[in-house]
């Protein structure tokens, strides 16, 4: 029952409860159907041209460093809930931002903040948030009581909130870029709660990383670069942002497999999370038949 729990992604204590009955009940049909779709997942997905790349299965809530074809660490991550999945893609990492800085979305700026500043006048300054006027990294703020914050629709401000490095800062101690339209990436976090469930879908997209500063320490070994985490465990000391640029980009593939094979040859299998699965299979089948 342990073993059958560890491949499904539940809590292992071989207790027959809820979540392990649910998934016992699942029929070979529906196992074989999920096998096939995330097999021709697994063939689309070709990482040929890179000595070393970032892997994240995000329905697994796990990353990986893979170097020269072996998994060279592991690591529990957190990612978005079902409203703010994070998306499936592939990149590089070009740095990554030590003491950051939270450029807060403007999703969030208005729908989440902006009713708490109507009841609380002194949220932001509890919360080290300041208003930024022109751009996230424009030096000239705005004064908090100048803006009806009651009134404030979604998606509409003209202005930048930015979350100052502190010990509540959501990002953490670090977080790792590699730009792209969905603005996310990889971070720390200071909820290290989360990293004791099973299911870790509770961000709003992005990727939170359990011993976040261990990707700083694969880079600077991979890269040769030994004096990299010197300069690190020396930034980690100041309350000011310290970017460190890549000498090369590390590629990084946000990917969403829900069965595969593990290093033991045993089948793996989690939740479909995002309800992903039905779409893909819909879609490859309308392909084939084209």
């Known amino acids: 029952m342990k073993d059958f729990q560890r491949r499904h992604g539940l809590l ?21 159907q999920q096998l096939a779709l995330n097999i021709t997942r697994l063939e689309m997905f070709e990482e040929k041209d890179s000595d070393a790349y970032v892997l994240v299965n995000i329905p697994e809530f796990r990353l990986r460093y893979i170097s020269q074809g072996r998994v060279k660490a592991t690591k529990d991550v957190v990612v978005g809930k079902p409203s703010w999945a994070t998306p499936s893609f592939s990149d590089h990492i ?11 979305p403007l999703s969030i700026a208005t729908r989440e903040i902006a009713p708490k500043v109507a009841e609380n006048a002194n ?3 509890e919360n080290n948030i300041v208003i930024r006027k022109n ?12 803006i009806d914050w009651k009134n404030i629709k979604p998606y509409q401000f003209d202005h930048f909130l930015v979350k100052l490095p502190n010990e509540k800062n959501p990002l953490g101690k670090v977080k ?6 969905h603005a996310v990436y990889v ?10 469930e099973t299911n870790r879908a509770a961000s709003h997209g992005c990727i939170r990383l359990e011993d976040p500063f261990s990707l700083a320490k694969l880079i600077a070994e991979e890269q040769g670069v030994e004096s990299l985490m010197d300069n690190v465990i020396s930034a980690r000391d100041l309350s000011q942002s310290k970017t460190f640029h890549l000498e090369e980009p590390l590629p990084i593939h946000l990917v969403y497999w829900t069965a595969w094979a593990d290093q033991d040859g045993k ?9 992903r699965d039905r779409r893909d299979a819909k879609a490859l089948t309308q392909v084939a038949s084209l």
């Not at 070009?94 to 807060?104: D, S």
């Not at 751009?135 to 100048?146: Q, R």
């Not at 089948?267 to 309800?275: A, E, G, K, L, T």
């Open 123 to 125: 949220y932001l300054e």
């Open 176 to 181: 790792y870029l590699f730009p792209n339209r």
């Open 135 to 146: 751009s996230f990294v424009d030096d000239e703020l705005v004064d908090p009581n100048t």
């Open 267 to 275: 089948v793996n299998f989690r939740n479909d999370i995002y309800q």
């Open 12 to 32: 292992v204590d071989g207790v027959v409860g809820r979540k392990t009955i649910a998934a016992l009940n699942v029929t070979a049909d529906e196992k074989a």
């Open 94 to 104: 070009e740095k990554f931002v030590v003491n950051p800085e939270w450029r807060i």
């Open 187 to 196: 971070h720390d976090t200071p909820y290290q709660q989360w990293f004791n």
